[in-house]
């Protein structure tokens, strides 16, 4: 249950896919706060919560890499990038003059009523004339269920690597069960 009350996930690289190929990166943190938190249990463990619908997103936007510069007339893009959650634009992020490999490192807060169903957009776009570069669109929930999968994998490789199973028989057993959870 501690895992799926985690908050960050930091480093996330997503390609960014069109017709069928990869034409950029967009690397981005992702932190969830959610409004229900679990409670202490008389055992000292904490109550697994499953429902964590409701919260708070705190979403930084740190750099796009490799995008298409086929449509830029000189070979250098004046990028600035647009992000939405749930088709409403949340925030403009700045724009850069002549790069390919724009930085922004900028950041905003959503309140989220329904983490399943929350759709995150982010557009970049020259400004010279405002045609889209880059567009990645992502579900929230899957984006945090993902990295969620691959900690729980993580945690069970270094018990694997340390032979602690008997040891750690219990954890071991604690941590299949929320794989199961979030798969």
């Given amino acids: 249950g501690e895992l799926l009350q985690e908050e960050t996930i930091q480093g996330i ?3 960014i896919m069109e ?3 990869v ?3 967009i690397e981005l943190d992702i932190k969830y706060f959610p409004t229900i938190q679990p409670t202490i249990l008389e055992d000292g463990s904490k109550e697994v919560i499953t429902d964590n619908e409701v919260g708070i997103m705190k979403l930084t936007l740190h750099e796009a890499r490799d995008l298409d510069i086929s449509k830029s007339v000189i070979g250098l893009l004046n990028p600035y990038a647009e992000i939405y959650v749930n088709n409403e634009k949340a925030k403009t992020c700045r724009r850069l003059r002549q790069t390919n490999e724009p930085g922004w490192n900028e950041s905003f807060e959503s309140l989220i009523k329904q ?3 929350t759709s995150i957009q982010v557009l970049v776009r020259d400004s010279v004339n405002s045609d ?4 990645l669109e992502v579900n929230l929930q899957d984006v945090v269920h993902q990295f969620l999968r691959m900690a729980l994998l993580q945690k069970l490789d270094l018990l694997q690597a340390g032979n602690h199973w008997p040891s750690m028989r219990p954890q071991a057993k604690k941590l299949f ?3 199961q959870l979030v798969v």
Avoid: D, P, R
């Fill in 23 to 25: 034409v950029g990166k």
């Fill in 19 to 21: 017709g069928g190929k």
């Fill in 177 to 179: 069960v929320m794989l």
């Fill in 13 to 15: 690289t997503k390609n």
């Fill in 132 to 135: 889209i570069v880059a567009n």
């Fill in 115 to 117: 983490q399943s169903e």
